[in-house]
């Protein structure tokens, strides 16, 4: 249940399953580095 639950967080985010299945086979990926990488593309679609 909290892999599902992970899922479905970065879901919320729009981030590509391919991207959270790194991340949860990669532990050592922190959460909140993958969070801000994805903030950091959705920044310049929000300006065009």
């Known amino acids: ?3 599902l639950q ?3 967080f970065f879901r ?3 981030i590509p399953l391919k ?3 790194a991340v949860l086979k990669n ?3 922190e959460k909140n580095q ?3 990488m994805q903030r ?3 920044t310049p679609e929000r300006s065009a």
């Open 34 to 36: 993958i969070l801000r």
């Open 40 to 42: 950091k593309m959705l």
């Open 19 to 21: 991207e959270i299945k």
């Open 6 to 8: 992970q899922i479905l």
């Open 1 to 3: 249940m909290d892999t």
């Open 12 to 14: 919320e985010f729009d």
């Open 27 to 29: 532990p050592a990926l």
